[in-house]
């Protein structure tokens, strides 16, 4: 279990972006995260693998603050979370391969990932995790060179490449088509049914979180005003829509819900 307590953020600038943020993850959860533009998204994921840290409160996994473990011990928590990100974050001069040996960077010695020198066991494995996002024919190609729903699978397969418990995803078809969209997240559903991976991602369109979640967490203005499960996200009134969302919201046939990403 993944367990927030009392997170909060505040940036340089006095931006408070997570105000006492509490709730939990079970293992094996496919939660997402909603909310405008700034309202605290981005900045909980990133605070879960310390890309920023928190400025108060508690993350909790496997009995370790994630807050304040130290170097050494940040290093084991980072293997073990994957990240997905909304503009990929590949090495466009790279080739696919390359980038999803990337994933192993945790795990083997650095001056031999500095120098590219990966096992053939890791080769093997990066193969097959092109594989399950059906992209191996794609392996020797520069990474710009794939399209933007491409470039999202060579994403989650490097992050397959920690062997991760849980993989964050942020914003991840924020850029895509629907149905690329619908292709991407259903890669995530995949490895979260078939390997047990707890994801936890952000998402702006109401369709596909009504579709995807298993549970679901809305933030406005850095804080916690909606809990519920992927059956309640289907059920929601239109004041817990505008809870989330602001008394201005409108929701067009509940279908979607806009807006640009963090």
């Given at each position: 279990?993944?367990?927030?307590?009392?997170?909060?953020?505040?940036?340089?600038?006095?931006?408070?972006?997570?105000?006492?943020?509490?709730?939990?993850?079970?293992?094996?959860?496919?939660?997402?995260?909603?909310?405008?533009?700034?309202?605290?998204?981005?900045?909980?994921?990133?605070?879960?693998?310390?890309?920023?840290?928190?400025?108060?409160?508690?993350?909790?996994?496997?009995?370790?603050?994630?807050?304040?473990?130290?170097?050494?011990?940040?290093?084991?928590?980072?293997?073990?979370?994957?990240?997905?990100?909304?503009?990929?974050?590949?090495?466009?001069r790279s080739s696919v391969l390359t980038n999803v040996l990337a994933g192993r960077l945790g795990y083997v010695d650095s001056w031999k990932s500095l120098f590219r020198n990966f096992p053939a066991a890791d080769r093997k494995k990066a193969m097959d995790a092109l594989a399950m996002v059906g992209i191996t024919e794609q392996a020797f190609k520069r990474a710009d060179e794939l399209s933007g729903g491409q470039q999202q699978r060579v994403g989650i397969a490097r992050a397959l490449m920690q062997e991760p418990k849980i993989i964050l995803?942020?914003?991840?078809?924020?850029?895509?088509?629907?149905?690329?969209?619908?292709?991407?997240?259903?890669?995530?559903?995949?490895?979260?049914?078939?390997?047990?991976?707890?994801?936890?991602?952000?998402?702006?369109?109401?369709?596909?979180?009504?579709?995807?979640?298993?549970?679901?967490?809305?933030?406005?203005?850095?804080?916690?005003?909606?809990?519920?499960?992927?059956?309640?996200?289907?059920?929601?009134?239109?004041?817990?829509?505008?809870?989330?969302?602001?008394?201005?919201?409108?929701?067009?046939?509940?279908?979607?819900?806009?807006?640009?990403?963090?």
């Amino acid at each position: 279990m993944l367990e927030y307590k009392n997170l909060s953020k505040t940036y340089d600038d006095g931006t408070e972006a997570l105000k006492k943020v509490s709730f939990e993850v079970e293992d094996g959860d496919f939660l997402i995260i909603i909310g405008l533009s700034g309202s605290g998204k981005s900045t909980l994921l990133r605070c879960t693998n310390r890309l920023v840290d928190a400025t108060d409160g508690q993350i909790i996994w496997d009995g370790e603050d994630i807050v304040t473990a130290p170097a050494k011990n940040l290093r084991q928590i980072r293997r073990k979370i994957g990240m997905i990100f909304q503009h990929f974050n590949l090495v466009k001069r790279s080739s696919v391969l390359t980038n999803v040996l990337a994933g192993r960077l945790g795990y083997v010695d650095s001056w031999k990932s500095l120098f590219r020198n990966f096992p053939a066991a890791d080769r093997k494995k990066a193969m097959d995790a092109l594989a399950m996002v059906g992209i191996t024919e794609q392996a020797f190609k520069r990474a710009d060179e794939l399209s933007g729903g491409q470039q999202q699978r060579v994403g989650i397969a490097r992050a397959l490449m920690q062997e991760p418990k849980i993989i964050l995803a942020d914003e991840p078809v924020a850029s895509l088509d629907p149905v690329l969209a619908h292709s991407i997240l259903g890669y995530l559903e995949k490895l979260n049914k078939e390997m047990g991976i707890t994801i936890i991602c952000s998402l702006h369109y109401l369709d596909l979180v009504q579709r995807y979640a298993t549970r679901v967490v809305g933030l406005k203005d850095g804080e916690v005003v909606y809990k519920g499960t992927g059956d309640d996200i289907k059920k929601m009134t239109d004041e817990e829509f505008k809870d989330i969302y602001g008394q201005e919201a409108i929701r067009v046939g509940a279908a979607s819900i806009t807006g640009e990403s963090e």
